[in-house]
Nanobody, 121 residues
Framework: QVQLVESGGGLVQAGGSLRLSCSAS????????MGWYRQAPGNQREWVAV???????NYADSVKGRFTISRDNAKNTVYLQMNNLKTEETAVYYC???????????????WGQGTQVTVSS
């Protein structure tokens, strides 16, 4: 089995910063893309950022220049540094990882349980 555990959420004032972490554990042979999504109340889950195993990154237009995604492959961990946060970015943030088990020939997507980020005005 595989678990993704997020941490780092909390309450921050608009313009502030937070750093989210997501660590994968379990029967893991390798991890391909890792990413972050968010879901605000009443809204659909939206993609925020992705990073490949080789370190290539891509961001939603709304967060470019303010958010930075990174990963530590040795720790099976992905990070999201969020700067200059806006009130409308209050949401539950979820990590996602494409994981290959030791006994598998393909990658399976896994989700974390989510961490709440609240940005106050």
């Amino acid at each position: 089995q595989v678990q993704l555990v997020e941490s780092g959420g909390g309450l921050v004032q608009a313009g502030g910063s937070l750093r989210l972490s997501c660590s994968a554990s379990g029967s893991i042979l390798s991890i391909n893309d890792m990413g972050w999504y968010r879901q605000a109340p009443g809204n659909q889950r939206e993609w925020v950022a992705v990073i490949t195993r080789g370190g290539n990154t891509n961001y939603a237009d709304s967060v470019k220049g303010r958010f930075t995604i990174s990963r530590d492959n040795a720790k099976n961990t992905v990070y999201l540094q969020m700067n200059n946060l806006k009130t409308e970015e209050t949401a539950v943030y979820y990590c996602n990882a494409q994981i290959r088990h030791y006994t598998s020939t393909y990658y399976t997507p896994y989700w974390g349980q989510g961490t709440q980020v609240t940005v106050s005005s």
